[in-house]
């Protein structure tokens, strides 16, 4: 009998991601349970032989893998730690992978926790947008340690194909930071560039196919930099999960005693989008707020 025959694998957060890393896991075979707080956003899955759960507890009790891609620290802490959560009803052995971007701090206390009841936890962010999902070529950053990793690795390796364990729990969420705070600058960057092009009368997608290959070269400028350009802006990943992302960022920052102004002055213009009604829209829409400035 394979390993995928055997494991059972649970999956909270149906989510613009999750879905399509739900779906990697059916198509590899695996036994794949799933919860979000929305039943119709699995319907697909459901279709496609995922099998619906009525709670958390439930599943967890029925899964020997727990994946979770939920969308703010308190809602990992909800489902992890709370009384109807994962911890509290899961079987001994069995494993948790959180790839939400969360609190490096609350990782480590989920770590521990599932330590206590003979359980192994991973915090695995990820990087790569619906792209990266929907293409199973997700980076994969974790933290925890390496014999749970080493165990849960052919399940990421599904749905990913740059999958490093950077160090101990909440390793991967401090590298999603890093990754977070490269990101945030980057966009103001791509923005303006192609603000710029457009004013000196150029056409800007020629412009990227020129500076795309040279130094100037981004993931955000290659995927984000064309949507943009094409006035589209649907989310691939959400203005106001990126917000909460760096939020966390400046506040892991703040208490290493690290300034980061660059990171600063992201979040203060994505905090201006969103409040002009654009924390839905991708985050590529941070050219319609400097456009209008």
Known sequence: MSIQEKTVIGFIGIGVMGKSMASHLLKAGYSVLVYTRTQQKADELLAAGAVWKETVAELAQESDVVITMVGYPSDVEEVYLGEGGIIAHAKPGSHFIDMTTSSPLLAQKI????????????????????????????????????????????????????????????????????????????????????????????????????????AAGSWSLSNLGRRMIAGNFEPGFYV??????????????????????????????????????????????????????
Do not use: W
Not at 178 to 189: D, F, L, S, V
Not at 252 to 279: F, I, N, V
């Open 240 to 293: 106001k999960h990126f917000i909460k992302d760096m939020t966390i960022a400046l506040e892991a920052a703040q208490e290493m005693g690290l300034m980061t102004p660059g990171l600063a002055l992201s979040k203060q213009l994505y905090d201006e989008l969103a409040a002009q009604g654009g924390e839905n829209k991708g985050t590529q829409a941070l050219i319609t707020l400097l456009a209008s400035m």
């Open 111 to 214: 770590y521990a926790q599932a330590k206590a009841h003979g359980m192994h936890a991973l915090d695995a962010p990820v990087s790569g947008g619906d792209v990266g999902a929907r293409e199973a070529r997700l980076t994969i950053m974790a933290g925890g340690e390496e014999e749970a990793f080493e165990a849960v690795k052919p399940i990421l390796a599904v749905m990913g194909t740059n999958i490093v364990l950077q160090g101990a729990a909440g390793a991967g969420q401090h590298t999603k930071m890093c990754n977070q705070i490269a990101i945030a600058t980057n966009m103001i960057g791509v923005c303006e560039a192609i603000l710029y092009a457009q004013k000196a009368g150029l056409d800007p997608e020629r412009v990227l196919t020129s500076i795309e290959a040279g």
